[in-house]
């Protein structure tokens, strides 16, 4: 939990972010308003990976596999993962694997969400563990991402548009 003076700072910090960094503000809007979904609730996973991919991707530019949106979330959060005040372990949530295969399969969770399929705990997604551990993982990581991204607006601009 943070201290008093860290929400202090970090206030301070939101309140003094240019209007370059409004898409910082609009993803902090919306983590405040997936509040008002339960936590138990798919749709506030789906809810963090919009708010995840509005901070750091782009529109694929091609058809190139390594400009997709799979690619730069596995890509972009493993890297700004080392850069986190609060560093967030994947083995502290799920069975132990890379990183990479991680994220990627929690983006693989994430579809299956947004597309209607049922995640399978026993079988493709079985390294994520469960539900729960999914969905504290990708709650942990967005609420640093959020406050990395109030701290470094300019490099999360920049690693956005790469």
């Not at 503000?25 to 996973?45: H, K, Q, T």
């Not at 990581?141 to 490099?155: A, D, P, S, T, W």
Request: one cysteine or more; proline letters at 3%.
């Amino acid at each position: 939990m943070l201290f008093r003076s860290t929400w202090a700072n970090l206030y301070s910090t939101y309140r003094s972010l240019p209007v370059a960094a409004d898409y910082v503000r609009r993803a902090l809007a919306s983590y405040d308003s997936l509040r008002a979904i339960p936590s138990g609730m798919e749709i506030r996973v789906l809810g963090y990976f919009s708010i995840i991919e509005s901070l750091v991707t782009h529109a694929p530019r091609s058809v190139e596999t390594l400009d997709s949106i799979n690619h730069q979330i596995v890509n972009k959060l493993i890297l700004l993962g080392k850069r986190y005040e609060r560093k967030i372990l994947t083995s502290s949530y799920f069975s132990p694997a890379q990183d990479e295969k991680i994220w990627k399969l929690l983006y693989n969770y994430r579809s299956c969400l947004a597309h209607g399929s049922v995640p399978d705990f026993q079988g493709s997604h079985q390294l994520l563990k469960s539900q729960v551990s999914v969905f504290e993982f990708i709650h942990e990581v967005v609420k640093e991402l959020i406050i990395y991204g109030m701290r470094n607006h300019e490099f999360l601009s920049d690693l956005k548009n790469c």
